[in-house]
């Protein structure tokens, strides 16, 4: 996959989007809505439930329904870190307070995954605390430099956990070494003596997460100053090289429809991708499984030929619309065992630079490719659905008019469900848009309308 070489930074009330561009293309992109995030969280909670059967504990975390912690995950409720297998019934009980991590998000009828094994992440290293494993990135190569990274781990963590990402090759020992002190220093200074349950360290937002894996020279483009002052304070802690490359965008055209953003997030959102020079993908997402279809459509190319232009495309799309789980791939069927390792080592390396270590596990005796993808926040799909996007995208319209055209107040007609999502959960980006616009806007539900249906009026 191409290298991110530009990510773009856009907030509005109660939303922050980035986008991560390859050559002008959209490789990422990622979405933070309102105040409460959750995933990489540190919680103080309390279990309430054990279920032997399940094998797993919930914990109350603060959030509407408890979080679901697993006996596997919670081996490091104890100390030293109990034994795979054991019962959650030997590792915590009910009304135990506990230090938990969030990483799944909420979904459905299911509480916030946990786990007992905090990870502080960094732009160079995951501090495992709890942990006395010291792990390099298997994108890491050269055996020599492995051996670097690990002395200067274990030097500096004293006995703790430690994972060196791929970031951390060829770094200054100086750099790497004050990383893992600075990451040793936020576990040292968590407060666990607080009210239960309660945050007790709130993870990066998305744009400084997009800042800690952006490539050496990427730029960052961000279209609001406050924003860009505290991502300039977390590059000159964090990531000092990459100070000098941060920009305000000030132009009156916003910053996704200046790089033609907006249209890419709607074609990820299609089933149908064309490929370069013809031909075409199909994907569709089931319960069970993403299946990906690769047409020819009359390109005139040879099946490879198309099969390897596929093979990068799917590792753009995977990780543009974040998809996971089990993935498989019907390719042309490429002829013979030499052009199957050709498709097979072409799709390897399209999807190595994936922000999440994507496994290519071969062909079936179907024909077909299997992978499998951890996902590490919700689909494209679910993301940019439902009253809750719609909502953003109506605040983000409005203050677009009050741009091009000036007015006392504004008006949105919108359906129910938007219009309950503004009045309740989205409360505060709805004023956050008031503040800037002088008046909260009016809104107006029809219940004829489509979520995405809303209209903008001037009054």
């Given at each position: 996959m191409p290298v991110i070489d530009e990510i773009l930074v856009s907030a509005s009330p109660g939303e922050v989007r980035v986008a991560a561009l390859s050559g002008g293309?959209?490789?990422?992109?990622?979405?933070?809505?309102?105040?409460?995030?959750?995933?990489?969280?540190?919680?103080?909670?309390?279990?309430?439930?054990?279920?032997?059967?399940?094998?797993?504990?919930?914990?109350?975390?603060?959030?509407?329904?408890?979080?679901?912690?697993?006996?596997?995950?919670?081996?490091?409720?104890?100390?030293?870190?109990?034994?795979?297998?054991?019962?959650?019934?030997?590792?915590?009980?009910?009304?135990?307070?506990?230090?938990?991590?969030?990483?799944?998000?909420?979904?459905?009828?299911?509480?916030?995954?946990?786990?007992?094994?905090?990870?502080?992440?960094?732009?160079?290293?995951?501090?495992?605390?709890?942990?006395?494993?010291?792990?390099?990135?298997?994108r890491i190569h050269r055996r020599a430099e492995r051996e670097r990274l690990k002395e200067i781990a274990a030097e500096a963590t004293g006995g703790m956990g430690v994972i060196l990402r791929s970031a951390a090759e060829g770094v200054?020992?100086?750099?790497?070494?004050?990383?893992?002190?600075?990451?040793?220093?936020?576990?040292?200074?968590?407060?666990?003596?607080?009210?239960?349950?309660?945050?007790?360290?709130?993870?990066?937002?998305?744009?400084?997460?997009?800042?800690?894996?952006?490539?050496?020279?990427a730029r960052i483009v961000v279209d609001d100053r406050a924003l860009l002052n505290d991502l300039a304070d977390h590059a000159r802690k964090w990531r000092p090289d990459l100070a000098s490359q941060l920009a305000l965008h000030s132009a009156d055209e916003p910053l996704f429809a200046r790089h033609d953003v907006e249209s890419e997030i709607e074609a990820a959102l299609d089933p149908r991708v064309d490929?370069?020079?013809?031909?075409?993908?199909?994907?569709?997402?089931?319960?069970?499984?993403?299946?990906?279809?690769?047409?020819?459509?009359?390109?005139?190319?040879?099946?490879?030929?198309?099969?390897?232009?596929?093979?990068?495309?799917?590792?753009?799309?995977?990780?543009?619309?974040?998809?996971?789980?089990?993935?498989?791939?019907?390719?042309l069927r490429p002829r013979g065992r030499d052009e199957r390792d050709t498709v097979f080592e072409a799709l390897i390396e399209a999807c190595a630079d994936d922000r999440v270590p994507v496994q290519v596990m071969g062909w079936t005796r179907a024909g077909l490719v299997e992978l499998t993808r951890p996902r590490d926040r919700p689909p494209l799909a679910e993301t940019m659905s439902g009253a809750v996007s719609a909502a953003h995208a109506a605040l983000r319209a409005t203050l677009a008019a009050a741009r091009r055209h000036p007015a006392g107040r504004y008006r949105v007609l919108a359906a129910p469900a938007l219009v309950a999502y503004l009045q309740g959960e989205g409360r505060g980006a709805l004023e956050a848009a008031g503040r800037r616009l002088g008046a909260v806007p009016e809104l107006v539900a029809e219940p004829g309308r489509s979520v995405h249906g809303f209209e903008i009026a001037a009054v």
């Open positions: 293309r959209l490789v990422d992109f990622a979405v933070e809505r309102g105040a409460d995030l959750t995933l990489g969280a540190v919680y103080r909670g309390r279990v309430v439930r054990v279920e032997g059967a399940l094998g797993a504990a919930f914990v109350d975390i603060g959030r509407s329904r408890p979080g679901f912690l697993p006996a596997e995950a919670a081996r490091h409720l104890v100390q030293p870190v109990a034994p795979p297998g054991t019962a959650i019934n030997a590792l915590t009980g009910e009304g135990a307070q506990v230090l938990v991590q969030a990483i799944r998000p909420e979904t459905g009828d299911k509480g916030v995954g946990l786990t007992a094994e905090i990870a502080l992440t960094g732009t160079l290293a995951v501090l495992m605390p709890l942990g006395n494993e010291i792990a390099v990135s298997r200054d020992d100086d750099r790497l070494f004050d990383e893992i002190e600075r990451l040793i220093g936020i576990w040292h200074s968590l407060d666990t003596s607080g009210a239960t349950p309660s945050v007790v360290l709130r993870p990066l937002g998305a744009a400084a997460l997009a800042l800690g894996e952006a490539p050496d020279g490929l370069p020079g013809g031909g075409s993908l199909v994907i569709e997402q089931t319960a069970a499984l993403v299946a990906i279809d690769v047409n020819g459509g009359g390109s005139g190319r040879t099946p490879l030929e198309v099969d390897l232009v596929a093979a990068q495309e799917i590792a753009r799309q995977l990780r543009l619309r974040n998809l996971g789980g089990l993935i498989v791939v019907d390719f």
